[in-house]
């Protein structure tokens, strides 16, 4: 059964990616602002960091493919300003500009503005310097999160916000998901790092880089790697751990379609609905013990088929597709 489509196929793909490319390049950018800081902590290390950022991202072909080696200037060229990558910080902010100028009309003019704005200062990023970047990274998350606050503060609650929301949320758990397992089998470079100082650094930049660091400490004190990824997947108040990023995309799905929480009309829906099912119901113990990886690489295919169902009910035209590759 196809889900009911009161909005436009084409406005709903526009909002829905606006969304996850503005959260996308906020990802990125605290990514990269994180390991900045990361280098003033572990010099050291410095030429075993930035190939883990690119594997989070999930662009390490193409970044193979353009560069010899990952160092600290080729990473954040990539990451940063390369309009060839599609997943840099220019490109999705780019590509959101152009998603909102397509939805001008469902959007609030503030909206429309603080996405301009926001262009034109990755659009004027070019030749920064070293002792530029820390403030560059900071001035793109708190303009994407105003993005965000503006969002919800000036545009009414309708259907048309909560694709925005449901595109926000699904990018959230996507990214937290990667940079997890990027930890458990790409960061850590020796198991005899495992309870040293330089394993608690490491911890603690996995937390920043959600912006969880100060929640999680408030919660749990000590960072210990079975609670931390307690608070990152299963946590159901932190606003980027998986299970609240899923369970805030499965409300916005129903309230598009109407449905009552628990039901299904469409293929989306019924997937979204076990995964946040699973979520609810699984432990930390019991997934640390069956294989973190395996646990995550599932969580990612599943939220790939979520995606893939939720273009085929409700962003595709009868005859086209309306637009966005994420």
Not at 103 to 115: G, L, P, Y
Not at 228 to 238: K, M, R, S, T, Y
Request: proline share 3%; aromatic share 10%; glycine share 4%.
């Amino acid at each position: 059964m196809t889900a009911t489509r009161p909005l436009l196929s084409r406005v709903a793909n526009s909002l829905y990616w606006m969304a996850r490319y503005i959260e996308r390049a906020e990802n990125v950018a605290r990514f990269i602002a994180v390991n900045l800081h990361l280098m003033l902590d572990l010099p050291s290390y410095e030429e075993k960091q930035w190939q883990p950022i690119i594997d989070t991202t999930g662009d390490a072909d193409l970044f193979e493919e353009k560069y010899e080696e990952s160092t600290q200037e080729t990473v954040i060229e990539f990451l940063t300003i390369d309009s060839s990558n599609s997943n840099s910080i220019f490109s999705c902010i780019r590509s959101a500009r152009e998603n909102a100028r397509s939805v001008r009309e469902i959007i609030s003019s503030e909206m429309w503005e603080q996405v301009n704005e926001l262009y034109l200062l990755v659009r004027d990023s070019r030749n920064l310097t070293t002792d530029a970047l820390p403030r560059y990274f900071h001035e793109i998350r708190m303009a994407c999160d105003q993005f965000q606050g503006v969002t919800d503060s000036t545009m009414t609650h309708n259907e048309a916000w909560q694709f925005i929301g449901l595109g926000r949320t699904l990018e959230r758990a996507d990214k937290t998901t990667r940079l997890l397992d990027v930890k458990y089998y790409i960061l850590l470079p020796s198991i005899s790092d495992v309870g040293t100082p330089y394993d608690e650094i490491q911890w603690s930049a996995v937390l920043k880089s959600v912006s969880g660091f100060e929640m999680y400490r408030k919660r749990y004190g000590r960072i210990s790697p079975a609670r931390l990824v307690d608070f990152l997947i299963f946590d159901n108040e932190f606003p980027r751990a998986v299970r609240y990023s899923v369970g805030r995309a499965d409300r916005s799905l129903h309230f598009i379609t109407g449905n009552p929480a628990g039901t299904f009309s469409c293929p989306s829906e019924q997937r979204l609905g076990m995964l946040k099912s699973e979520l609810d119901y699984a432990r930390v113990d019991a997934t640390l013990a069956s294989g973190l990886h395996e646990f995550l690489d599932g969580l990612q295919g599943k939220m790939n088929r979520i995606d893939d169902c939720l273009l085929q009910d409700f962003f595709l035209q009868p005859a086209t597709a309306a637009g966005a590759a994420g």
